[in-house]
């Protein structure tokens, strides 16, 4: 399945296509795209659209990022995934950064990694590895708590 989200990538619009890649849709191929071009894309190849202004799977006026939207929509509640989405919530919400410790971070890494590697298909390559490590983290972290 294709799926369309804006272009320069950062905090959530990296995590949503792990999180993608990794628990919907292993075959995910994942176009970017100026935002006005969004609708577009969507009616010429049937892409599913994210993080982007008034789609289902974006910021949600009750207060969700894309990240969360998309483990709403799709009944993902694994405790991993979950603590994950506070941090991405966190990270990806400028009024919420502070509300978690590691947010701060991850932010930073994303500006880092957009630096680094401003394509952004490049730049989804290199940081999957980063949340691989973040979730597999975030699963011991649940763990202890459960």
């Known amino acids: 399945m294709k799926w369309v989200t804006r272009s320069h990538v950062h905090v959530d619009r990296v995590a949503c296509p792990w999180l993608i890649t990794r628990f919907v849709d292993s075959q995910a191929e994942f176009l970017f795209v100026p935002a006005s071009q969004i609708d577009q894309v969507v009616?010429?190849?049937?892409?599913?659209?994210?993080?982007?202004?008034?789609?289902?799977?974006?910021?949600?006026?009750?207060?969700?990022?894309?990240?969360?939207?998309i483990l709403h929509k799709y009944?993902?509640?694994?405790?991993?995934?979950?603590?994950?989405?506070?941090?991405?919530?966190a990270a990806d919400v400028a009024a919420d950064i502070d509300?978690?410790?590691?947010a701060r971070g991850l932010e930073a890494i994303a500006s880092g990694f957009s630096l680094r590697f401003p394509l952004d298909a490049e730049n989804l390559a290199h940081q999957f590895e980063v949340y691989d490590a973040l979730y597999a983290w975030c699963r011991v972290q649940a763990a202890k708590k459960g």
Request: glycine share 14%.
């Open 43 to 69: 009616l010429d190849t049937g892409a599913i659209p994210f993080d982007a202004p008034g789609v289902e799977l974006g910021h949600t006026t009750d207060g969700r990022c894309s990240f969360e939207s």
């Open 75 to 89: 009944g993902l509640k694994e405790p991993g995934l979950l603590r994950l989405a506070q941090i991405v919530h």
């Open 99 to 102: 509300t978690d410790p590691i």
